[in-house]
């Protein structure tokens, strides 16, 4: 089936708007099937920059059909805003772009919930993008949230908002002294955007599955990464959806069965932003020196990425729970210039080795890293467009790579630009899976 799954296969932040930007060039439809406004994908075209939260990347190619699957939660203000961005740019995006009538809704409600949890004394400081996100898959879980669907029925919607505010308020009033909300202010910040959203809303569940059966390319790109995954990441420093691929069946309406082919997006090297234990982590000095060399700071907030070496543990157990097919390696250029370069092998726990990826954050912080010293290429690769143009120990890290993890390097990115790219595997240019 030519459906093709993109996922981060580290904490987010992989390059994946680059890898899903150039293979939608391919693709007759492209979906974000989780997350939200807290995602930053960004693209260089044409010597232009887009950073895209909520839009999928194949906005940018006018021949592509883009679709916000029901696994997203939708900040409507965030969404119109970025619309309305876009085509000042140029990008049209009325009738190439569809909504779910099945996503979430992300209100102001969910956005100071965010905030007020997040700076509050006493509640473990996730680091979240305080963009709702986590408050809004929390009301759909409590079975209390708003669907894009549920805006042409007024009734309807003041109850749940009724229901949800019922105990939100008692928090904003007593735990965090803020000011209680009312439904009927929400209501009206929901009627303000519905008129604009709506002609957004189509059955993207029905018109994916369509087009799965007309043989029409899909693309599923996927946001943040695996171990900010809710079942599979760093638990409690995790977002609250599920970034694996399962999320892009749940998230689409598009079954498991369709799926042909998961690519798993990875950095050369590891970042992580917000909290959370990072085995790999450099010392302050290489730090500094990798975050300037990779220009790691947050697309959505701006904030410092802290860097490491590439964690392979942490790689081939996303290899495992993503069931990758093939990887992507980005920016292996930013290491050009490093004379050696480590790699994290095994951790050490309490004097004990293990091999595989702790299940709690409190014993993944105890991990050192057990590391093996390759030597640098010490050589630009940025002109090579095929694998053997690579200087040889940069093929060797690669294959050090695949070995590890048990799964093929498909494609290698050497910069920013599309252009700059080498594509291991024929399948990625074929769409034969
Ligand atoms: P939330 O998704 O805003 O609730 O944030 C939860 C955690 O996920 C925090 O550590 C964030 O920094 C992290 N996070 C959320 N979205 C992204 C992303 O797109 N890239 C990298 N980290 C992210």
Same mark, same amino acid.
Request: charged letters at 20%.
């Given at each position: 089936?030519?459906?093709?799954?993109?996922?981060?296969?580290? /904490?987010? &932040?992989?390059?994946?708007?680059?890898?899903?930007?150039?293979?939608?060039?391919?693709?007759?439809?492209?979906?974000?099937?989780?997350?939200? @406004?807290?995602?930053?994908?960004?693209?260089?075209?044409?010597?232009?920059?887009?950073?895209?939260?909520?839009?999928?990347?194949?906005?940018?190619?006018?021949?592509?059909?883009?679709?916000?699957?029901?696994?997203?939660?939708? &900040?409507?203000? =965030?969404?119109?805003?970025?619309?309305?961005?876009?085509?000042?740019?140029?990008?049209?995006?009325?009738?190439?772009?569809?909504?779910?009538?099945?996503?979430?809704?992300?209100?102001?409600?969910?956005?100071?919930?965010?905030?007020?949890?997040?700076?509050?004394?006493?509640?473990?400081?996730?680091?979240?993008?305080?963009?709702?996100? =986590?408050?809004?898959?929390?009301?759909?879980?409590?079975?209390?949230?708003?669907?894009?669907?549920?805006?042409?029925?007024? @009734?309807?919607?003041?109850?749940?908002?009724?229901?949800?505010?019922?105990?939100?308020?008692?928090?904003?009033?007593?735990?965090?002294?803020?000011?209680?909300?009312?439904?009927?202010?929400?209501?009206?910040?929901?009627?303000?955007?519905?008129?604009?959203?709506?002609?957004?809303?189509?059955?993207?569940?029905?018109?994916?599955?369509?087009?799965?059966?007309?043989?029409?390319?899909?693309?599923?790109?996927?946001?943040?990464?695996?171990?900010?995954?809710?079942?599979?990441?760093?638990?409690?420093?995790?977002?609250?959806?599920?970034?694996?691929?399962?999320?892009?069946?749940?998230?689409?309406?598009?079954?498991?069965?369709?799926?042909?082919?998961?690519?798993?997006?990875?950095?050369?090297?590891?970042?992580?932003?917000?909290?959370?234990?990072?085995?790999?982590?450099?010392?302050?000095?290489? &730090?500094?020196?990798?975050?300037?060399?990779?220009?790691?700071?947050?697309?959505?907030?701006?904030?410092?990425?802290?860097?490491? /070496?590439?964690?392979?543990?942490?790689?081939?157990?996303?290899?495992?729970?993503?069931?990758?097919?093939?990887?992507?390696?980005?920016?292996?250029?930013?290491?050009?210039?490093?004379?050696?370069?480590?790699?994290?092998?095994?951790?050490?726990?309490?004097?004990?080795?293990?091999?595989?990826?702790?299940?709690?954050?409190?014993?993944?912080?105890?991990?050192?890293?057990?590391?093996?010293?390759?030597?640098?290429?010490?050589?630009?690769?940025?002109?090579?467009?095929?694998?053997?143009?690579?200087?040889?120990?940069?093929?060797?890290?690669?294959?050090?790579?695949?070995?590890?993890?048990?799964?093929?390097?498909?494609?290698? =990115?050497?910069?920013?630009?599309?252009?700059?790219?080498?594509?291991?595997?024929?399948?990625?240019?074929?769409?034969?899976?």
């Amino acid at each position: 089936m030519p459906v093709l799954t993109v996922v981060g296969a580290q /904490w987010g &932040d992989e390059g994946k708007g680059k890898i899903v930007d150039l293979l939608a060039e391919q693709a007759q439809y492209v979906v974000r099937y989780q997350g939200g @406004a807290n995602a930053g994908h960004e693209v260089v075209v044409g010597g232009q920059n887009y950073v895209l939260h909520l839009v999928p990347s194949g906005i940018l190619h006018p021949g592509t059909l883009n679709v916000v699957g029901n696994g997203v939660v939708l &900040d409507p203000d =965030s969404f119109l805003a970025e619309v309305a961005g876009l085509e000042k740019q140029g990008v049209k995006a009325k009738g190439r772009l569809f909504i779910s009538p099945r996503a979430h809704l992300t209100l102001s409600l969910h956005k100071a919930l965010d905030a007020a949890r997040e700076g509050h004394a006493g509640q473990t400081t996730i680091g979240s993008t305080k963009r709702g996100i =986590s408050p809004t898959y929390m009301d759909k879980a409590g079975r209390v949230g708003l669907r894009l669907a549920d805006v042409v029925d007024p @009734a309807y919607c003041m109850e749940q908002l009724k229901t949800s505010l019922q105990e939100k308020n008692v928090l904003f009033k007593h735990l965090y002294k803020s000011k209680p909300l009312t439904a009927a202010t929400l209501w009206k910040e929901i009627q303000r955007a519905a008129k604009a959203l709506l002609p957004y809303m189509a059955d993207t569940e029905g018109m994916l599955n369509s087009a799965v059966k007309g043989g029409k390319r899909v693309l599923m790109e996927g946001a943040q990464g695996t171990l900010l995954d809710i079942d599979f990441g760093t638990y409690p420093y995790v977002t609250a959806s599920n970034s694996t691929a399962g999320g892009s069946a749940t998230g689409s309406g598009l079954g498991p069965t369709r799926i042909g082919y998961v690519l798993g997006v990875c950095k050369a090297y590891t970042t992580r932003v917000g909290e959370g234990p990072f085995p790999s982590a450099l010392s302050p000095k290489q &730090d500094q020196q990798l975050r300037e060399l990779g220009g790691e700071y947050g697309r959505t907030t701006g904030r410092a990425r802290r860097t490491g /070496w590439l964690d392979l543990v942490a790689l081939r157990y996303a290899a495992q729970v993503n069931g990758l097919d093939g990887l992507a390696i980005t920016k292996l250029d930013i290491l050009d210039t490093f004379k050696e370069i480590e790699v994290c092998v095994a951790y050490k726990v309490n004097g004990k080795e293990i091999h595989h990826f702790p299940a709690t954050s409190a014993e993944l912080a105890k991990a050192k890293p057990v590391t093996l010293k390759v030597k640098g290429w010490n050589a630009p690769t940025t002109g090579a467009r095929t694998f053997a143009q690579l200087p040889k120990l940069a093929q060797s890290y690669l294959k050090l790579i695949e070995k590890f993890t048990d799964v093929k390097v498909a494609l290698v =990115s050497v910069g920013a630009e599309r252009s700059k790219t080498i594509m291991v595997d024929s399948k990625l240019k074929s769409w034969k899976f």
